[in-house]
């Protein structure tokens, strides 16, 4: 027969598994400090500090800021893009002046 974990075993005695990076070590380590604050939270013994963490993360003013940092985001990108872009034109166009000018017989600069 398969052996059944007692289901009052505590969180904090289960092991996760290494991280394989500092990165996952990190999220880990989020995952676990939001999970005891949502234990403290129902068990009603959170602190001060991380009732207003919570209640600062529910205002819209927080959402309105996670929304514009969004689009700032994507104009970052869509700029990069543009300059890219712009250079790959450039490339364009100097590869056609090149060519017009082999065939009219001109010598042929590399700019």
Do not use: C, F, W
Not at 46 to 68: D, F, G, N, P, R
Request: proline content about 3%.
């Amino acid at each position: 027969m398969k052996k059944v974990r007692a289901e009052t075993e505590p969180a904090s005695s289960r092991r996760m598994r290494p991280a394989l990076s500092p990165e996952a070590r990190e999220n880990q380590l989020i995952s676990a400090a939001v999970d005891l604050a949502e234990k403290q939270l129902v068990e009603g013994t959170a602190s001060a500090q991380v009732i207003t963490h919570y209640l600062k993360l529910a205002s819209s003013k927080e959402k309105l800021e996670q929304e514009i940092l969004l689009q700032q985001r994507e104009l970052m990108k869509a700029k990069t893009e543009a300059i890219q872009s712009a250079r790959n034109v450039e490339e364009l166009y100097k590869d056609a002046l090149n060519a017009m000018r082999s065939y009219s017989g001109s010598n042929v600069e590399e700019v």
